[in-house]
């Protein structure tokens, strides 16, 4: 994470290294957009959900990000957070959500096992590490970004002085 130096850089090490570190059958990367949940990212046994868009309030990696919580669900039949048409044809039984970004979530790291696990402390652990990580990468990221946006404005004791008709500003 270290060396990201955008969005889709964090996402790209998490697609990549998130399944082998939580020993997960599928993962995938969830981005907040506005009030709906971005599946952007994935490395899973099938398709799951990449591209497709949900309202933060019906899915659980929306509740996760609304409530800055992780949660961990060994049977995603039997959890109200999880809606459960989108998992009716896929093999996942069990899962891992946890938010990315503090104090408000702006992702979410999915984890996903094809068999009723119930997730331990250890688990639950590496991926909140991980959702620690790609968050300071985010914030870091966000900062440069602005820094980048703010060196190129002239403030405006810089800026050069003309009315303000002259400079293409509408007045009155």
């Not at 994470?1 to 964090?10: G, I, N, P, Q």
């Not at 109200?80 to 938010?99: E, F, G």
């Not at 820094?147 to 004791?157: G, R």
């Amino acid at each position: 994470m270290a060396a990201a130096r955008s969005l889709e850089d964090v996402v790209d090490v998490l697609r990549r290294s998130a399944k082998r570190i939580l020993g997960a059958d599928g993962i995938a990367v969830v981005l907040r957009d506005g009030e709906f949940c971005h599946y952007v990212a994935e490395d899973s046994l099938q398709p799951l959900w990449k591209g497709q868009r949900f309202p933060l309030t019906v899915c659980v990696s929306g509740w996760a990000m609304l409530h800055g919580e992780t949660v961990a669900v060994p049977d995603v039949t039997s959890d109200p957070r999880v809606p459960i048409p989108p998992y009716q044809n896929k093999a996942i039984r069990s899962l891992l959500m946890v938010p990315i970004g503090s104090p408000e979530p702006v992702a979410a790291l999915g984890a996903y096992w094809c068999a009723m696990v119930f997730v331990g402390e250890g688990v639950i652990s590496r991926a909140q590490s991980l959702a620690a990580q790609a968050g300071a990468a985010i914030a870091r990221i966000n900062e440069a970004s602005l820094a980048t946006v703010d060196a190129d404005v002239p403030s405006l004791a810089e800026a050069p002085s003309q009315p303000a008709a002259s400079a293409g500003l509408s007045v009155g």
